[in-house]
């Protein structure tokens, strides 16, 4: 006002910064103090506790009581590993022709067909990545991606809420170069064309996605399971009836959850020959045998290492993750880890599927799914 004689409270940009340094200074101080801050409930002082959904110790206690959310340790979940923030990068394919879906995929890649009316199916890994921390994604597309990538630049921020800019969402298409004149040839080819940019990234574990599926999933429980194992590849799992169990690939696990056994769309005898007590992954006897295989969801957490060396030295011909890599790091003596997935899932891969998928969401109550 013309007529106020306050002074302003900032005159200048040096006196922003310095209540930018203010502010930081006094959340670091506040950190410190909550880190020396007592328990109520006999912890030892110096535990944070976060509210995790779905997680807890009598299961069938909290579904009676309709809660959702208890408390976990961080300290105990991340012990002596950095967050996924620091140390995970996302790698989503973009898929193929998509001929099973077509006409949909006339016109656009796989991942940009919209689900829900409002979204594509490339915002479920998206979004469960930025849910779980992971906030470094990159998009590999080759086929229709105009569409993918104009959705992709204009739903997600640059900076994805990161302070320092490190988060993003980026496509990487398919092209030729002096080295490699040949497009992608499958889920292995495509990351390992891209292995030279990958190996930059400051990160322990690489999850690879896929960006055809409908499901939720908290991607840092997948994460955890993978280095509390010690594995060098992890795959996300689930339970599968018979009628669907050949579009999969299939493994067999032992009583410690290592993969021995992988087989890639079995058929037939192959097919039987890959059935397995399921009861071992906690399913009561009745769901066991409607469910008696274990299907891969394409779906995996790989050391930094590990993919460098699987890619480059040890299959450096193959193509496919599903068919050939990882039957080939299990063959090989590879530590393989299957990582139980029990929730909603559907793979978006042909008309029926995509049909089936939007009008379950649609129910009431609505799949688990949200």
Known sequence: HPTDSRKPILRSSKDLQRMSNNIISSLRAARKTFKRLPTSNGQQPGKAFHAEPNVSRDNSWHRKQNISY???DVRRTWHSFPGPRESVLGIILGGGAGTRLYPLTKKRAKPAVPIGANYRLIDIPVSNCINSNINKIYVLTQYNSASLNKHVSRAYATNLGSYRNEGFVEILAAQQS???PNWFQGTADAVRQYLWLFEEAQVMDYVILGGDHLYRMDYQKFIQVHRDTGADITVAALPMDEAR???????????????????????E????????????????SERAKLK???ASMGIYVVRKEAMVSLLRKDFPEANDFGSEVIPGATKSGMKVQAYLFDGYWEDIGTIEAFYNANLGITKKPVPDFR
């Open 70 to 72: 208890v408390a976990v």
């Open 269 to 284: 005898d192959e097919l039987r020959a890959m059935q397995v007590d399921t009861t071992v992954l906690g399913l009561d």
């Open 292 to 294: 008696s295989y274990i």
């Open 245 to 267: 169990a050949s579009a999969f690939g299939l493994m067999k696990i032992d009583g410690k959850g290592r993969i021995y056994e992988f087989a890639e769309k079995p058929k």
């Open 178 to 180: 002096h080295d490699n």
